[in-house]
């Protein structure tokens, strides 16, 4: 079973500055089959990034990711008000399988 | 637009039964798997268990195999999670969740609906 580790756990930036967010697979990951979500308190999570890298549809040009094998990268360039939430990263596996990073939580500094 | 509206939320005591549904419209239900999501409170995400979009085929997360059942109804535009045998660790809020295209991520999401378990 992969196993999805996020880093920081809680990350405390102020608006304007550039987030990144990491998760590290235990194992090999396709690209293709990874993915970023965004969550508020309250709401469902939001889809961000599909394919490692490309933005999902009405996501801010701010929001990028990249990455490949164990590693992946969520780039936020200028953080905005609104962008302070949980992050999760996902990976599919063909058993099939979806499995969750523990999720790194962005606050305001 | 693509609506996904969870019902059955409910307490339930530990061993005890629940069958939770998910409406959906605004896309073509049948061409689509579908997945239940879960989320304990203050935690994080745990896939549950999806469905081809013809409903032959069922996929379950090690913690809930034996004791959950994903179906669907492809007329009425329904998505069905049976549970059974409920434990504590099985309170959460719980999604339904549909893929994007053929991606295998989650691009749209129900409000969920919240099962307790407890004595």
């Known amino acids: 079973e992969i196993v999805l580790t996020q880093s920081p756990g809680t990350l405390s930036l102020s608006p304007g500055e550039r987030a990144t967010l990491s998760c590290r697979a235990s194992q090999s990951v396709s690209s293709s089959y990874f993915a970023w979500y965004q969550q508020k308190p309250g709401q469902a999570p939001r889809l961000l990034i599909y394919?490692?890298?490309s933005r999902a549809t009405g996501i801010p040009e701010r929001f990028s990711g990249s990455g490949s094998g164990t590693d992946f990268t969520l780039t936020i360039s200028s953080l905005e008000p609104e962008d302070f939430a949980v992050y999760y990263c996902?990976?599919?596996?063909?058993?099939?399988?979806?499995?969750f990073g523990q999720g790194t939580k962005l606050e305001i500094k | 637009e693509v609506q996904l509206v969870e019902s059955g939320r409910g307490l339930v005591q530990p061993g005890g039964s629940l069958r939770l549904s998910c409406a959906a419209s605004?896309?073509?239900?049948?061409?689509?798997?579908m997945s239940w999501v879960r989320q304990a409170p203050g935690k994080g995400l745990e896939w549950v268990s999806a469905?081809?979009?013809?409903?032959?085929?069922?996929y379950y997360a090690d913690s809930v195999k034996g004791r959950f059942t994903i179906s669907r109804d492809n007329f009425k535009g329904t998505l069905h999670l049976q549970m059974s045998g409920l434990r504590d660790e099985d309170t959460a809020v719980y999604y339904c969740a549909k893929p994007y295209g053929d991606y295998p991520c989650f691009d749209s999401w129900g409000r969920g609906t919240l099962v307790t378990v407890s004595s």
């Open positions: 605004g896309f073509d239900f049948s061409s689509f798997s």
């Open positions: 469905i081809s979009g013809s409903g032959y085929s069922t």
């Open positions: 394919g490692a890298s």
């Open positions: 996902q990976q599919y596996d063909t058993s099939p399988k979806y499995t």
